[in-house]
């Protein structure tokens, strides 16, 4: 197998991720931003037990999780403070409890296990155009780069996505507003606890340890009391804060409005084909999700690993590409679609549903009260991509 070259457009969490994916494959990989610079985007992120074995995978598992918290006792109350169930995470849950870290953490592990050299800034891709076996990636400034395969790892707003669906639809919108942010030194504030989740009248809320001495918070409401005050983020973090106790007004206090987030959130319906050719898609690019699933990372860096594994044969790109798609496509679309679900059960102003969230949390054993959204590692989702003889020598670790 000669030398391969794989070009990825986008310098998030998927697209730093697949390069050290295929790079164990045996691919030299470039990856372009348009941003000046590479940053982490956002604050905190939520690393379900399937997000920390595609890590292990890739290899910086130890070095994020030592930055990060594992979950231990939670405490999920009603948006005045009253207690309406405590549970030990990491005792009652074991193999599924998630890891709450900054982004940056995650972002920073990431670009410290890069090649010399693999990102370059200030690159703006506009076009592409896929001839036989090379891809020809143009940019804003004129120039031009080829290889053997493209991945368009670049957000939500994906140019990747838009040239190869010109006829998609745009996002609509999905009735969800949501701030978040980080109150460094807050963590002191969370006494024992890990983790403090609020259900309300048409809010949700949490304030999570995202390392020793940091909190990660967000707030989730209805578009409907979120639009008037869009423009006015602060006030509408007050408006938010007066409904939630004591303990969470003190973590808001604590935090600086330069680390402070307003976002409307959008949706869009699961793609029936990802790619083209030699060109694909990986993470929001591929399949954006509602953060209410609490995946949106731990799908990319899964999409990310998956991609490696699809690419390590001398088969056809072209051939594995597709095969990558299908696997992932089948995981994702399940969990973009339980988003709304997810959303419309923990941001609501129906008292009825109210009612019932209230039961099902007292009740509802803990493992089943987690299912929705932190993914165990009970089963491979690599499974069809890895080599037979993998397949059954990791089998007994799944």
């Known amino acids: 197998m000669g030398e391969r070259t794989a070009l990825i457009v986008g310098a998030g969490i998927g697209g730093l991720a697949a390069v050290l994916a295929l790079g164990r494959s045996g691919w030299q990989v470039r990856i372009f931003e348009r941003a000046p610079d590479v940053r982490a985007l956002g604050f905190g992120i939520s690393l379900a037990p399937n997000a920390v ?54 972002h920073g592990a990431l670009l410290l296990a890069l090649p010399a050299g693999a990102v370059s800034v200030g690159s703006e891709a ?34 990747v996505r838009r040239l190869l669906h010109p006829e998609e639809r745009p996002a609509r919108r999905s009735g969800y507003f949501a701030i978040r942010g980080v109150a460094y030194g807050a963590a002191d504030g969370l006494g ?39 423009n006015a983020p602060q006030t509408l973090l007050e408006h938010c804060a007066a409904l939630l106790d004591d303990g969470f007004r003190r973590v808001v206090e604590k935090t600086r409005p330069d680390d402070v987030r307003l976002d409307e959130l959008f949706e869009c319906d699961p793609l029936a084909t990802w790619g083209a050719g030699r060109v694909t898609l990986i993470g929001d690019a591929a399949h954006p999700m509602l953060p209410h699933t609490g995946q949106g990372a731990a799908q990319a860096l899964e999409d990310a690993v998956a991609l490696g594994l699809a690419l390590s044969s001398d088969t056809d790109p072209a051939v594995s590409l597709r095969k990558y798609e299908r696997v992932r496509a089948a995981r994702t679309r399940a969990i973009v679609r339980r988003g709304p679900r997810i959303a419309g059960f923990t941001t609501t102003k ?49």
């Not at 929705?372 to 993998?390: E, S």
């Open 192 to 230: 024992d606890l890990s983790a403090v989740a609020y259900l309300g009248r048409g809010i949700e809320a949490a304030t999570l340890r995202a390392s020793r001495d940091d909190v990660y918070w967000y707030v989730s409401l209805l578009a409907e009391d979120a639009a008037r005050l869009r």
């Open 53 to 106: 074995a595609a890590l292990d995978e890739l290899g910086i598992a130890e070095r994020v999780t030592a930055a990060a918290c594992v979950t231990a006792n939670v405490e999920i109350r009603k948006s005045n403070g009253k207690l309406l169930r405590r549970f030990n995470v990491s005792g009652d849950l074991a193999d599924a409890a998630p890891v709450i870290a900054l982004r940056p953490a995650l």
């Open 126 to 159: 506009v076009a592409f155009q896929a001839a036989g076996p090379e891809v020809v990636l143009r940019f804003h400034n004129g120039h031009s780069v080829t290889g053997d395969v493209l991945i368009g790892a670049d957000g939500v707003s994906s140019i």
């Open 350 to 398: 129906s008292r009825i549903i109210d009612g019932i969230r209230s039961a099902a949390i007292a009740l509802m054993p803990a493992r089943v009260a987690a299912a929705g959204f932190l993914l165990r590692r009970a089963t491979d989702p690599h499974r069809a991509l890895r080599p037979t003889v993998v397949r059954l020598r990791q089998g007994s670790q799944w």
